[in-house]
T-cell receptor, first 109, second 113 residues
Framework: QQPVQSPQAVILREGEDAVINCSSS?????VHWYRQKHGEAPVFLMI?????EQKGHEKISASFNEKKQQSSLYLTASQLSYSGTYFC??????????FGAGTRLTVKP | DSGVTQTPKHLITATGQRVTLRCSPR?????VYWYQQSLDQGLQFLIQ???????AKGNILERFSAQQFPDLHSELNLSSLELGDSALYFC????????????FGNGTRLTVT
């Protein structure tokens, strides 16, 4: 079952922060986050495993609330290079990887 | 470069025809996934293989089929093509097929005329 992402689109100025949310109605083993720039393949950002962990990479971090089956991606002090479409992917007991509809992030100077 | 190779990059064909898309996973990856992405849309999961065996099936039409060979490369066969099948088809691979990152190829853009 496909996870639900929100918001659908976000427009930021350089230096501003953003939060992208992802939720599922099914029990999850893991949540993945990917970024896709226009005309390119999705690129892996991070994976969060069952256990409620939080991960970060420089100014991009994420959390996973196992009880609520929700994950959030936090982008702080956004840069122009952060622009793109962000997808969350979820793994449940069906052994597949389903992606949300995506959140289009635009960072303006 | 993700290490995942997809061929061909572009494919233009007519309705009713059959095509084969090929994917070579990253060295060491045992699992292959296929996704369909229509223009500016999300990634629709089609099918997953792990070490030659089908592991999970998604929204794959009966006109479509896939397999993973002993050398771990995979092929996606699309037959009786319709205009609505025009899309970008991505292959992704991962080490173990669960709880490991997916690495995407650059995709095959299929245009059905």
């Amino acid at each position: 079952q496909q996870p639900v992402q929100s918001p659908q689109a976000v427009i930021l100025r350089e230096g501003e922060d953003a939060v992208i949310n992802c939720s599922s109605s099914k029990a999850l083993y893991s949540v993945h986050w990917y970024r896709q720039k226009h005309g390119e393949a999705p690129v892996f950002l991070m994976i969060l495993l069952k256990g409620g962990e939080q991960k970060g990479h420089e100014k991009i971090s994420a959390s996973f609330n196992e009880k609520k089956q929700q994950s959030s991606l936090y982008l702080t002090a956004s840069q122009l290079s952060y622009s793109g479409t962000y997808f969350c992917g979820t793994e449940d007991n069906n052994n597949d990887m389903r992606f949300g509809a995506g959140t289009r992030l635009t960072v303006k100077p | 470069d993700s290490g995942v190779t997809q061929t061909p990059k572009h494919l233009i064909t007519a309705t009713g025809q059959r095509v084969t898309l090929r994917c070579s996973p990253r060295s060491g990856d045992l699992s292959v996934y296929w996704y369909q992405q229509s223009l500016d849309q999300g990634l629709q999961f089609l099918i997953q293989y792990y070490n030659g065996e089908e592991r999970a099936k998604g929204n794959i039409l009966e006109r479509f089929s896939a397999q993973q060979f002993p050398d771990l490369h995979s092929e996606l066969n699309l037959s009786s093509l319709e205009l609505g099948d025009s899309a970008l088809y991505f292959c992704a691979s991962s080490v173990q097929g669960r709880n490991s990152p997916l690495h995407f190829g650059n995709g095959t853009r299929l245009t059905v005329t």
